[in-house]
């Protein structure tokens, strides 16, 4: 990012910028941060498998296509967590909490819990500057969003492993293989995410609460 802006043009700018990052460009900065900080005793890409293979979905899903296709709200959330990612990669702090969870990650001694809060940061960081994109979005896909976001706090808090296949295995078995999404799909994903609520409890046992889209526990 330029400095100089005012901070209005300059989220204008990065939000661009996400938008516009290709595909392969999302998948070689991501692949290149984990393959140098794995924190796993699984090896490269270590505790990053999760979040590669997600970004893998979305674009098979075509929710990130090549040459500005898909959806530009998913292109922009993934997009401003990769240069997250591409900042912290360059020990650069240009003063946000994403990139400063980030860059605490390649030396946290507990690099699991680290691992969510730098994702859960650039999550919603991208899901703020990001709402008229979302605005945009036909409904079912709106609603398959929220779902998503829902169930993706919900396993962060939970402090689910991320060095393995399993949220790929979810993923591919609840999440559509093309975008937009069908509307008759969303049953069957809302029972999904009700049944994730009631399996993933806080440390007393009841559901986590201040998750999803408008969540603040990670500003």
């Known amino acids: 990012m330029r400095s100089g802006l005012f901070p209005a043009a300059a989220a ?54 090549p040459n500005g296709g898909g959806s530009a709200w998913w292109r922009a959330v993934n997009g401003m967590m990769v240069l997250d990612i ?49 605005a945009a979005e036909p409904d079912a896909e709106r609603r398959f969003a929220a779902i998503v976001i829902d169930v993706v706090d919900r396993t962060a808090l939970s402090g689910t492993a991320t060095d393995n296949d399993g949220l790929a295995r979810l993923t591919e078995r609840h999440y559509p293989r093309l975008y937009p999404i069908d509307p008759d799909a969303l049953p069957a994903l809302e029972e999904m995410r009700e049944k994730t609520a009631a399996r993933l409890l806080d440390i007393g046992g009841d559901p986590f609460q201040d998750v999803g889209m408008d969540s603040t526990r990670w500003p």
């Open 86 to 134: 591409a900042d912290a990669t360059r020990g650069d702090d240009p003063g946000s909490s994403a990139v400063r969870a980030w860059l605490a990650y390649l030396s946290s001694g507990e690099p699991q819990l680290a691992l969510w809060e730098a994702h859960q940061r650039s999550l919603h960081a991208g899901i703020r500057a990001s709402g008229a994109l979302l």
């Open 12 to 65: 204008a700018e990065r939000l661009a910028s996400a938008i516009a990052l290709t595909p392969d460009a999302r998948m070689e900065t991501v692949e290149a941060f984990f393959a140098g900080s794995p924190r796993s005793s699984e090896g490269p890409p270590g505790l990053g498998r999760a979040i590669i293979d997600f970004q893998a979905w979305e674009v098979a899903s075509g929710r990130i296509a």
